[in-house]
């Protein structure tokens, strides 16, 4: 049964749970508990994630969670945490907890209720997972801020009066992931009146035996120390703190599933930080330490991630970088039988790096992106490590193939790594095509129409400019775009840029993009369908413009920080291939496809062309950083040009807007470039291409050849300076309606900064108060006490003269007795 399913069960359960249960109940909850197991050993991006049940649900489960609702099992709360717990391994499962369903709103009222023991520990064990490598320092809303915030100040509240190992490591932990990245909640702890005594507990906890504990407390030191110095600086050893981490990352001997990550994430940190790189012993131990670091590649999946980003971090650094190449790319064939253990175990290293690039989880782009570090700078003409790159090319090519990204609607997540994955394929074939007898094996070894298949599918599916409301759709709506790119790019570098240039596959890729397909309907009538070219042309004018002149719709700004997935895939990229894609086109490979792009170039980018031309008219310190501009004056004459668009020649608003900035006729009326400008422009075009054909170099030959020939006429400068003029004089009025709004604030500030005082005067006196009513407490206390000690004195004093009347009572009856007796003897 699907999981909306098995999640409608247990909402039906925590429904009926603490009503009164018929006999049968026990075998509902062990049914239950055997589905929940069922699913526990799925991939949670096997999982459906978007629907409306599940997100329901899901929200019963964390009920359950806070409240700790009486008269459910103890066996299927915990299993239920336990599956919350698993979810939160996936990226997607992981936002969708903590933002669709207020998770840190809910848990700090669970936390200061103070619930039963097991259920606490449940609870931190949960926040624990879905903190791990989140990016907290994106929630920058007041909610979000106000819950982070309230974790933490409950965090330390436990550190501070909770001794239990069960409560106080987790907490550890997870105030180490909260402060991660987070420079709000760094302040918030630093101001804390509880800062100087957390700052001695983690010194102190230096020295601790429990690796967990040590890790989390250095993680803590260097991220509210602010740099890698207060790390280094501490009081105890702390070069053998260092080797600690090492030691935990390198041999997994800590108990806790989660040190030797938080142990890879402060030595990736501490490495990119960008401070004295002198200070990490990882050259000294590298030679040591690496062949231990590969064999944790064998790990869980989270923790293998976690050492291939730490590999990424080492192929930064020539030195190091060297050493990791020699490790797994030996200059020797994969032998099993081997007798040598180096070779053993570098064949294992290297085995579990492609085993892990098939994989559906992140880790596959991450041994992707190791496998790319590594050949993009040791794949020359000296490299002799063919036969690792022929298994490289024997696991990844039969991948390129629309049966490999499992496309489920209703199951999107992994639909995105997969084509996340495909587009890291094609990058790292495209780095090992920059040698020709590279570039040819790929050619001869991939199925072209296999590749041509799935670049149809992507192009039917991700043809696609807008913003949609559904970031999931978003997402991978624009990896296929940056795939199917990618994937183009390759297909046209191998059929140009061969030993031999391979005719025979140019060819195949022409005749399949210029073809047309036709359907007959239920009536007999022939329909026509768009064609490939036409989506192709399409998917690179969103590359072209939507990613590049707008920023792209999947950047941090736009999406709430979780656009960090996607910063290796930036539209700087994006537009580099697209625009080497056509120049490579032209009107040889793929015509159709340069008609289709420059018509689409002509009729809605218009306005971006105008703003880069702007930008470049403005100077050589405007221009912009992304090479957008290379598209806009070079691929956009060449191409409206070439095919006859009059850009313009159109009269209409947008265009007209567009021409008064500079560039809307930038074809017919000539461009607004200097010189100078032209030279500086040429030359960055050739720099940013980094084309080595011979017919692109024609190309940019004709590209200086046209600008040149354009004129500033007295005209444009005209209409140029009365815009500038215009602009001046809508910037002055803005600046002197920001200077009175800034008068108004200063206004507010001072009648703000006089009630701050007052409240502070006020505070000072209610203090002396307090004082005074804590000295007459005391006092007070004291004059009871002297009462009570008079009254007990006074009460002996009562308690001796009673006595004391009793004894005279007596002696008074012994006397006259005795007179009595006299009396009778003197009568007598």
């Known amino acids: 049964a699907d999981f909306s399913s098995l999640l409608t069960e247990i909402d039906h359960y925590l429904g009926c749970s603490g009503k009164q249960q018929d006999s049968g109940a026990s075998n ?59 979810l939160a391994s996936s990226r997607a499962w992981q936002e969708t907890l903590l933002e669709s369903h207020s998770c840190l709103d809910r848990l700090p009222v669970f936390f200061h209720q103070r619930p039963s023991h097991p259920l606490l520990t449940d609870g931190l064990c949960l926040l624990q997972a879905l903190c791990f490598d989140y990016h907290f320092g994106a929630w920058t809303d007041g909610d979000r801020a106000a819950a982070v915030a309230s974790v933490v100040s409950v965090l330390l509240f436990y550190l501070r009066n909770d001794s239990d190992m ?120 590298l030679p040591v330490c690496l062949g231990p670091l590969l064999d944790q590649l064998t790990a869980e999946k989270l923790l293998q991630g976690k050492i291939l980003e730490v590999l990424h971090v080492l192929c930064n650094h020539e030195r190091s970088r060297k050493l990791v190449f020699d490790q797994i790319l030996l200059n020797s064939a994969l032998q099993s039988d081997t007798t040598d253990a180096k070779l053993k175990n570098s064949n294992l290293a290297f085995v579990a790096i492609l085993s892990a690039a098939q994989d559906s989880c992140d880790s596959a782009v991450k041994a992707v992106r190791l496998l790319t570090d590594l050949y993009k700078h040791y794949v020359d003409s000296q490299c002799q490590s063919k036969h690792r790159l022929e298994l490289v090319l024997n696991y990844l090519l039969p991948q390129l193939s629309v049966d490999s990204l499992q496309f489920n609607q209703h199951v999107t997540e992994a639909f995105e790594r997969n084509v996340v994955r495909l587009g890291a394929y094609c990058k790292l074939l495209g780095y090992l095509c920059n040698q020709p007898q590279w570039c040819d094996l790929i050619g001869r070894q991939l199925v072209t129409e296999r590749c041509l298949d799935l670049l149809d599918w992507l192009a039917s599916k991700c043809c696609y400019v807008g913003r949609s409301q559904d970031y999931r759709r978003r997402s991978w709506i624009y990896f296929g775009q940056v795939c199917s790119i990618r994937l183009l790019w390759l297909l046209c570098r191998i059929s140009n840029f061969g030993v031999n240039s391979n005719k025979p596959l140019a060819n195949q890729i022409e005749a399949r993009l210029s073809t047309d397909t036709t359907e007959t309907s239920s009536n007999g009538e022939h329909r026509k369908q768009s064609s490939t070219s036409c989506s192709l042309a399409r998917l690179l004018a969103c590359g072209l413009v939507y990613h590049c002149y707008s920023g792209g719709p999947y950047s941090n700004a736009s999406n709430g920080g979780s656009g960090a997935a996607v910063s290796d895939y930036c539209g700087d990229q994006i537009v ?228 004391e009347k009793l004894e005279m009572a007596e002696r008074n009856n012994q006397l006259k007795n005795i007179l009595m007796s006299a009396s009778a003897v003197f009568k007598s």
């Open 166 to 285: 069960a409560i106080y490591e987790p907490s550890l932990g997870i105030l180490a992931s909260l402060l991660r990245g987070n420079t709000d909640c760094q302040n918030l702890v630093r101001n804390s009146d509880k800062f100087h005594w957390l700052k001695k507990q983690l010194l102190k906890n230096l020295e601790n035996p429990s690796l967990s504990i040590t890790i989390y407390s250095m993680s803590l030191i260097y991220y509210l120390g602010g740099c890698g110095e207060q790390l280094f600086n501490c009081p105890t050893n702390s070069y053998q703190s260092i080797q600690a981490v090492f030691h935990v990352l390198l041999t997994g001997s800590c108990n806790s599933r989660w040190a030797p990550l938080y142990s890879a994430n402060l030595l990736i940190d501490i490495a990119t930080s960008g401070f004295n790189q002198d200070l990490l012993p990882t050259y000294e131990y």
């Open 576 to 803: 580099e291939c697209a625009l080497r894609i056509v120049c490579l086109a032209g009107q040889k490979l793929i015509p159709s496809v340069s008609r289709e792009l420059a018509s689409l170039l002509s009729q809605r980018h218009r306005l971006a062309l105008a703003s880069a031309n702007n930008s470049i008219a403005s100077g050589p310190s405007a221009l912009p950083s992304n090479g957008c501009y290379a598209g806009s004056i070079g691929l956009g004459v060449e191409l409206i040009n070439g095919h006859g668009v009059a850009v313009g020649s159109t009269t209409s608003t947008s265009a007209s807007a567009g021409s008064s900035g500079g560039g809307g006729g930038a074809v017919n009326g000539g461009h607004e470039l200097g010189s100078g400008q032209l030279d500086q422009l040429i030359n960055d075009v050739k720099n940013r291409l980094n084309l080595k054909d011979t017919r692109v170099s024609d190309l940019l030959t004709l590209y200086e050849s046209k600008l040149q020939a354009c004129q500033l006429s007295e005209e444009s400068l005209i209409a140029y300076a009365a815009a500038q003029s215009d602009a001046l004089s809508r910037c002055q009025a803005v600046a002197r309606r920001q200077a009175q709004r800034s008068a108004a604030l200063e206004a507010e500030c001072a009648k703000l900064r006089g009630a701050t005082a007052d409240a502070e005067k006020a505070q000072e006196a209610l203090r002396v108060l307090e004082r005074e009513k804590a000295a007459n407490e005391a006092r007070l206390v004291k004059e009871v006490k002297s009462a009570q000690r008079n009254a007990e004195r006074l009460q002996a004093l009562l308690d001796q003269t009673e006595r």
């Open 28 to 86: 509902n909850e062990l049914v239950l508990s055997h589905r929940i197991d069922h699913f526990l050993g799925l991939h949670p991006s096997q999982l459906e994630l978007e629907s409306v049940v599940t997100r329901d649900c899901l929200e019963a489960l964390l009920e359950l969670l806070v409240t700790g609702r009486s008269g459910v099992s103890h066996s299927v709360r915990r299993r239920c945490v336990k599956l919350l717990t698993h």
